[in-house]
């Protein structure tokens, strides 16, 4: 079964620290999403990988191929990046669909 | 440049009415795909549309779901007879359609709730 699994679940941070999340699958994909779900709903596109490493700001996406694991990493936490993360892959046998993993609360504190 | 449209954004039905959701992509792409979130669950794939072509619909359930992108207007996602269970938020996505992994640029969604 195709699988995307994400840790951790929950993630709480003081203000200033560094977060990584972490999402693994489990057979070959073409490509990998990271998704950011705000309180109110909507979903932004954050990164799209399929090998190496991206950088955006204070966020850095990264992705081995082999070990099929991504992380997220957010370095200089701030209260606004509190929101859902969510992992997504396009399987290299499943056209454009995208499977999701369940997401990653992470709630930053002042 | 207007990103991906989605209306309404909020639709409350009775059981058994049909609901209408529609999707305007982003402009210059051709390639929606809609997404269903049930209450405190992960997103999931329901069908993948092209201009005037499904393209992949194996996320949908069998019974009274319809999905539709004309030649002109917006893609629609038609739910007939609507029950309890289809109380979600369902989102819908564009790309250009290069043909290779690309971003998908979601919109805000609709909550539909059935009564």
């Known amino acids: 079964k195709n699988e995307v699994e994400q840790s951790p679940q929950n993630l709480t941070a003081q203000e200033g620290e560094f977060i990584t999340i972490n999402c693994s699958y489990s057979?070959?994909?073409?490509?990998l999403h990271w998704l950011q779900q705000h309180p109110g709903g909507g979903i932004v596109s954050l990164f799209m990988?399929?090998?190496g490493k991206k950088k955006h700001g204070r966020l850095i996406a990264t992705i081995n191929i082999q070990e099929k694991h991504s992380s997220l990493h957010i370095t200089a936490s701030h209260p606004r990046d509190s929101a859902v993360y969510i992992c997504?892959?396009?399987?290299?046998?499943?056209?454009?669909?995208?499977?999701f993993g369940e997401g990653t609360q992470l709630t930053v504190n002042p | 440049n207007a990103g991906v449209m989605q209306n309404p954004r909020h639709l409350v039905r009775r059981r058994g009415q049909e609901a209408r959701l529609r999707c305007s992509p982003m402009?210059?792409?051709?390639?929606v795909y809609w997404y269903r979130q049930l209450p405190e669950e992960g997103l999931k794939f329901m069908v993948y549309?092209?201009?005037?072509?499904?393209?992949?619909e194996s996320g949908m359930p069998k019974e009274r779901f319809s999905a539709e992108f004309p030649k002109e207007g917006p893609s629609i996602l038609r739910i007939q007879q609507v029950v309890r269970g289809d109380s979600a938020a369902y989102f819908c996505?564009?790309?250009f359609g290069t043909g290779g992994p690309e971003t998908q640029y979601f919109g805000p969604g609709t909550r539909l709730l059935v009564l």
């Open positions: 996505a564009s790309s």
């Open positions: 057979v070959g994909i073409s490509a």
């Open positions: 990988l399929s090998s």
């Open positions: 997504a892959v396009k399987w290299e046998t499943s056209g454009s669909r995208l499977t």
């Open positions: 402009k210059g792409h051709s390639h």
């Open positions: 549309l092209q201009k005037e072509n499904i393209i992949d």
